[in-house]
């Protein structure tokens, strides 16, 4: 099913042609939906943005676009308001024939694009030897949700999990634990990773205090880049501790990844430094290999420059990520990279990605976007931290919001005088607590800041994930209460729409491609939320004011099909949310 929003965009643009010619083909109808429902279901704004080109009132514009509009399937007749907006009416008949396609069709009637694009989804990205915490949390879960709507669509996704884990700090740790723990070394689960970070704080200690032991350090790091068998063995050892950690999380989110961690690029990293020398964008300054960057300027306002070999020979971030960048496009064939890490990164990436261009590595065809999100605030309106001021862990912060849940659930089982088993309990508890807090980041513009609050996410009113998991619940109830087969109700249904409330509930269940089609765009996934919320609330009022199961044929069949639509778009919207549905709560 093609979004009705893009099917009247491509009705307007016929009939633009009609009227004024082909030089009006490629023009944006700029048809959009209404956003008050007296003004109809969707307008037409262009009128207004011709009258300098066609030396004509708007009016006069609108009247002849309408003249030449053929869309008596789909709308009412057009009506003209104010100085020439356009607005549209969808027909009964098309709503009912639309939603009659969606049933039985497990996309719901919406088709993959044609043709697709290969696209990487850069997510996650922690560091080994330390703990994931709650800063990972965002770029995790909204990046699964990006990826899971790509995917939807028919491109093809590689998510890519650019783990931290090369560099000085690998050095130091080994140098560290060659003293304290030489086990850990040579002795796969010697530590557990709370162990290993221990240690590493110790070892940031030392390195920053004692200068024989920072030399030691960085010779580590030299014979760890030179391959010697010891040093590798130990730096693998550290790597799959701390892989085996995240992966407990991502098992739990329901996360999928495919780890290129900065190690991956390290072969590629001298290649980075000679080819920008051969082009002439590198420059040496202070012993340090470096290109100077346009637009952006220091303190003194000279020219910054973008540092891709250190004066000791090392290689940093940036040298990464443009090897990183060529990677993905050349070998990957990618054509849509998108990373996804907080806002405090625009300007890294920024700088990267202009040096990739004036290099000639970047085709036309390949679109970069960097995904920035704000931080996660405490309910004081401070970055969120422990009580004793340490970043949260993001292992704590999800089996906390589990327990919330698990005590909310036995409230409620307790004071509806429901007996339940332990294993509903644990279980109904895991999806609602983690889909909890999945839901309350995701609902956020991600370009903002949000406060977290256990007793928000969880309640069961409001834009929240246990609001949408008991509305698709209720819907479960009404087919146990009515003894009813969904699957064989789909068949040979005849959708008939007659009070209000089921035309605004079919409206709007009709919306959601051209949803989806924002967020692939955008790459904002609130607004499947609050598309999500928005058609819970459509579903109640419908279900308060009209009967259903007690409702005589054919409303009461064709009220079922209502039902059963918004519990599928319910749950495969919620699916692409990384969000699983209960049948009960």
């Not at 800041?449 to 409001?462: A, N, P, T, V």
Request: hydrophobic share 40%; net charge negative; charged share 25%.
């Amino acid at each position: 099913m093609t979004s009705t929003v893009e099917l009247l965009k491509i009705k307007f643009n016929q009939a633009l042609v009609a009227a004024f010619g082909e030089d009006f083909a490629t023009i944006d109808p700029m048809v959009v939906a209404s956003t008050n429902p007296k003004f109809g279901d969707y307008q037409c704004n262009l009128a207004m943005s011709l009258t300098k080109s066609l030396k004509s009132n708007p009016r006069a514009i609108a009247t002849q676009i309408i003249d030449n509009l053929i869309i008596d399937e789909i709308c009412e007749t057009p009506e003209i308001a104010g100085p020439g907006f356009i607005n549209l009416r969808l027909k009964t008949d098309y709503l009912q024939i639309q939603l009659q396609k969606m049933l039985g069709n497990e996309r719901l009637n919406i088709p993959k694009v044609n043709p697709n694009q290969k696209m990487i989804v850069d997510f996650s990205s922690p560091n080994i030897a330390k703990e994931m915490h709650v800063g990972h949390l965002r770029s995790t879960i909204i990046g699964d949700s990006i990826a899971r709507v790509l995917e939807f669509q028919g491109h093809e996704v590689l998510r890519l999990n650019h783990v931290g884990d090369w560099g000085t700090q690998f050095g130091m740790l080994i140098t560290y634990l060659r003293e304290v723990s030489p086990d850990a070394l040579t002795t796969a689960d010697a530590l557990d990773l709370g162990d290993l970070v221990e240690f590493y704080r110790q070892a940031k200690v030392r390195f920053d205090q004692d200068e024989t032991f920072k030399e030691t350090s960085r010779q580590e790091v030299v014979r760890l880049q030179a391959g010697a068998e010891d040093s590798r063995r130990a730096w693998q050892l550290l790597c799959e501790q701390s892989r085996r950690e995240f992966q407990l999380i991502y098992d739990d989110l329901g996360i999928k990844l495919t780890e290129r961690g900065e190690s991956f690029y390290n072969q590629f990293l001298p290649q980075i430094l000679e080819e920008l020398d051969k082009i002439g964008l590198l420059v040496e300054n202070q012993g340090a290999k470096c290109v100077f960057l346009e637009g952006f300027t220091n303190k003194e306002g000279e020219p910054l420059p973008l540092i891709v070999q250190k004066s000791d020979g090392g290689y940093n971030y940036a040298t990464t990520d443009l090897a990183a960048l060529r990677h993905r496009i050349e070998t990957e064939t990618a054509t849509r990279i998108i990373y996804v890490t907080d806002a405090g990164q625009t300007n890294h990436f920024m700088q990267v990605w202009q040096v990739a261009k004036r290099a000639g590595w970047i085709p036309e065809n390949v679109e970069l976007v960097h995904v920035a999100f704000g931080i996660v605030k405490g309910e004081d309106g401070k970055k969120l931290k422990t009580r004793s001021g340490e970043t949260v862990r993001l292992r704590e912060l999800l089996d906390e919001a589990v327990s919330h849940a698990k005590k909310d659930l036995e409230t409620r089982i307790k004071a509806e005088g429901r007996t339940e088993n332990q294993e509903f309990i644990d279980h109904v508890a895991e999806v609602v607590g983690l889909s909890a807090v999945k839901y309350a980041d995701l609902s956020q513009n991600r370009t903002s800041d949000y406060i977290f609050s256990f007793d928000k996410m969880l309640s069961l009113q409001g834009n929240t994930a246990p609001y949408m998991l008991y509305a698709y619940v209720r819907i479960q109830g009404i087919s146990r209460k009515g003894n009813i087969d969904w699957q064989k109700l789909e068949t040979d249904i005849q959708v008939v729409l007659e009070a209000e409330e089921e035309i605004v509930l079919a409206k709007h269940l009709l919306q959601l491609p051209g949803i989806l089609e924002e967020v692939a765009q955008d790459l904002l996934p609130n607004r499947l939320c609050q598309y999500l919320f928005e058609l819970s609330q459509k579903f109640n009022q419908f279900y308060e004011q009209c009967a259903v199961v007690k409702a005589e044929e054919p409303q009461r069949t064709s009220r079922l099909a209502l039902c059963d639509l918004t519990a599928k778009t319910l749950k495969l919207g919620l699916s692409l949310l990384g969000i699983s549905v209960l049948e009960r709560m």
